[in-house]
């Protein structure tokens, strides 16, 4: 075997199994949405490319890193068409207005549901408004594994965002609460324009075995789920620094979580 395949294939893989550690992990993936429309909210998808079959053995295409790297990743695609634009008002205060105005896809109802601005003592700069929308999708598992979100980096967007999303990664064996998208506003001059279907953001799993892969699977709502869910969402209202819980929370989890459907 070369390098490579070994590299694609089974880097760390055989050890880790040497230490109990599978060679697949499966992670249940489900929408917890309150209102209504709970539609909006499509399957998260493996990422794939369309290129061209490769020209060269020496070509991306045919990389092993690169083709490991790529398929480690999942995509949510985004729920809704929304342009939204920062003015300011006759008191010089900013203000987020939906800038399709009366041809907008949404109501005001829907937008509220959706997203809000962040109190600006929040920001981490007073010149960077921070917008966090609902993305209410839980990934749960039952062997050690973390869920990383992150900004869909491997697309192409001809009408580049006008800030940066912000990620974050936590153990969804424990944790397993629902996303969040937040994104930090840094050209306030330009619009943000979100296109239901497009790629809104990634998600990828990190594991005991660096080599093994993650099944997904659509996970059945369960009551120990749901109960479980109910003990954790929220809690950053009441305290900060919530990684200090997950002790706590461990103790209170059901053996098994993960249903498929």
């Avoid at 974050?168 to 969040?180: D, K, M, Q, S, T």
């Avoid at 209202?237 to 979580?257: C, D, H, I, M, W």
Wanted: with cysteine; net charge neutral.
């Amino acid at each position: 075997m070369s390098w490579d395949d070994y590299f694609a294939e089974d880097a760390g893989a055989s050890e880790a199994e040497t230490r109990g550690k599978g060679r697949t992990v499966t992670v249940g993936w489900t929408v917890r949405w309150k209102p209504s429309g709970a539609s909006i909210w499509a399957p998260p998808k493996a990422f794939s490319r369309s290129d061209p079959k490769a020209a060269s053995a020496k070509s991306i295409q045919a990389c092993p890193a690169a083709i490991d790297f790529d398929r480690r990743h999942f995509v949510v695609p985004c729920p809704v068409d929304l342009t939204l634009q920062f003015v300011r008002n006759a008191q010089g205060q900013l203000q987020l207005t939906d800038a399709d105005g009366e041809n907008s896809a949404m109501r005001p109802q829907g937008r509220a549901n959706l997203f809000q601005v962040q109190p600006a003592n929040e920001w981490r700069d007073p010149d960077r408004p921070i917008l966090q929308f609902v993305a209410p999708y839980v990934f749960v598992a039952d062997q050690p594994c973390w869920v990383v979100q992150t900004a869909p980096h491997l697309h192409w967007f001809p009408e580049q965002r006008p800030g940066v999303q912000m990620g974050g990664r936590f153990p969804v064996h424990i944790w397993p609460r629902p996303l969040a998208w937040a994104f930090e506003w840094y050209d306030l001059s330009k619009p943000l324009v979100l296109k239901r279907g497009e790629p809104w953001f990634y998600v990828h799993f990190e594991t005991e075995n660096p080599g093994a892969r993650v099944r997904l699977v659509e996970q059945e709502m369960t009551d120990d789920l749901e109960t479980y869910l109910e003990s954790i969402i929220d809690v950053s209202n009441y305290v900060n620094r919530t990684y200090g819980l997950f002790a706590e929370a461990q103790r209170s989890r059901p053996a098994k979580l993960v249903k498929p459907k």
